[in-house]
């Protein structure tokens, strides 16, 4: 019996570190307060058309006022960890200049409450809310957002603000959160703030968000503890060809290209992939884009490497005329994927979560064995992973939420299974603590492990929080 308890349940090595994650705008709330400007994020919600609903953040979960108590939700998931992002704008207001004091000092409260809790807050510089400043709305004129090189050396600047201030006190830090969504979102298909639509300047913006990691990384190692440690995450894509026809293989090379390697190419393999050069340099003059040293700043050493996974993309070849027809029906053709719009998506078979993408936990697998077998004695950790579903309390108050333990089980399995196969990956976050602002979905989409209802602002912990405390504290999941 004791044998086959013993098998009967996934162990994690020891150490391994649970958590759960969220992100500045989608929680916070309290725009106005304290010091803190407007940002991208601000600016499009308040936009019409560009949120679901007309949602915006200016309230969201009130965290702001309510993170106590939401650190006590914490203790009771039995967090080991909780990831979170620092507001910019909060920080250093429009992005230029002194740090912000009443704005550090939320994080410096949250954090102390965090390790009053026996917590590890692991600080995230840049979830998406760029200053609005930066963007446009200097007195002086300039802006630009990520497009511009300048953006980059203002980041490295907020990193050294922001490492002076809580570096005693937070020793695991990340410096972007999924620049792909930043520049290609945000430049790109223009469904994210700042909501611009040119595929030369998303290719800009991705460079400079690039150079931000570096100039970020150099501020963060000159001014932390030798202790602490650095890492970016990055929603990397599990790329998969329809067929294994060669033209469907070349889709899946471009896409792992634009997708994948400009970042980690210059991040962690020591410059830009010559393939991605080619396949866009009818879209941006990169030679103009690149200056000397860029590659060697973008690669500066980092200690880990967050990845951010949600389902895999399955491509396939371009259909021939295709890009010709749809631009005689006048649909507009703003695509996320510069150099390669006209690849072919297809959804992955199987079940879907309520955001329509498929719930495939071998993507999750595969991705954590690719970039082991690409990225050898580089530590892993799973930065977010989750799903949405429609829940809803019912009469009793209870969420039963059996979808999300689901998934939960199924993705944490995975991981189990690919540490078990030689991937070294050191933790696991869930996204997320809580329902929040689904960026440009609104309130409409539950990703939380804690019910939030808006009207009250009522927390309540659905049957997934409390799987994932029962996993967290037997450091392990049951058998399939
Ligand atoms: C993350 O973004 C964010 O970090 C987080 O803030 C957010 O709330 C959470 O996930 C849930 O959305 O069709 O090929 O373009 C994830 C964003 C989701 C972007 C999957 C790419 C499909 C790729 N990614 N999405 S594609």
């Known amino acids: 019996a004791t044998a086959s308890a013993a098998v009967d349940r996934l162990h994690f090595p020891p150490g391994f570190l649970w958590g759960a994650a969220t992100a500045a705008y989608q929680i916070e709330g309290a725009v106005a307060e304290d010091g803190r400007t407007p940002s991208i994020w601000d600016t499009f919600s308040h936009t ?40 910019w704008p909060r920080v250093q207001p429009g992005g230029r200049g002194p740090a912000n004091p009443a704005g550090l000092d939320f994080y410096r409260r949250l954090v102390d409450e965090l390790l009053d809790a026996g917590i590890q807050p692991v600080a995230t510089l840049y979830h998406w809310d760029l200053p609005q400043e930066l963007e446009t709305g200097h007195p002086d004129g300039s802006g630009g957002g990520w497009t511009e090189r300048e953006t980059a050396e203002r980041f490295g600047e907020y990193a050294a603000l922001a490492a002076d201030a809580l570096g005693d006190r937070v020793a695991l830090w990340t410096t972007l959160n999924e620049p792909w969504c930043s520049a290609f979102l945000g430049y790109g298909s223009g469904v994210h703030a700042p909501g611009r639509t040119d595929p030369a300047l998303a290719l800009r913006a991705a460079h400079h968000l690039n150079l931000a990691h570096g100039r970020a990384t150099a501020a963060l190692r000159a001014t932390l503890p030798a202790h602490a440690q650095i890492a970016v995450s990055l929603n990397l894509h599990q790329v998969r060809p329809l067929t294994a026809d060669p033209a469907d293989l070349d889709a899946a090379r471009r896409i792992d290209a634009v997708g994948n390697r400009i970042f980690t190419g210059p991040m962690l393999s020591g410059g830009y992939p010559a393939d991605l050069l080619a396949d866009t340099e009818h879209v941006v003059d990169w030679n103009a884009l690149i200056r000397p040293g860029d590659e060697a700043a973008i690669g500066a050493p980092i200690d880990l490497l967050g990845i951010n996974y949600y389902t895999p993309a399955v ?57 082991s077998r690409s990225h050898p004695g580089l530590p892993l950790a799973i930065t977010e992973n989750g799903a949405a579903f ?55 989409k539950r990703f939380g492990a804690v019910h939030v209802d808006y009207a009250t602002q009522l927390r309540t912990p659905k049957a997934s929080a409390r799987w994932y405390a029962r996993a967290i504290g037997a450091n392990s999941v049951p058998h399939l």
């Open 48 to 87: 019409p058309d560009k949120v679901a609903n007309g949602d915006t953040g200016d309230i969201a979960c009130d965290h702001y006022h309510r993170y106590r108590t939401d650190v006590t939700l914490m203790s009771h998931l039995g967090l080991q960890a909780y990831r979170f992002s620092l507001s």
């Open 315 to 371: 491509v396939s070849a371009p259909t021939p005329g295709a890009a010709a027809a749809h631009h005689a029906h006048g649909e507009s053709a703003h695509s996320p994927w510069p150099g390669s719009a006209d690849v072919n998506f297809h959804a992955p078979p199987g079940d879907t979560t309520d955001m329509g993408w498929t719930i495939d936990p071998t993507g999750l697998y595969d991705l954590l064995m690719a970039v």
């Open 390 to 444: 429609p829940d809803a309390p019912t009469a009793d108050g209870q969420v039963r939420d059996h979808d999300r333990i689901d998934y939960l089980h199924r993705h944490l399995a995975a991981v189990h299974q690919a540490v078990a196969d030689g991937a070294d990956v050191r933790g696991y976050f869930l996204w997320s603590l809580l329902d929040n602002f689904e960026w440009a979905y609104g309130y409409d």
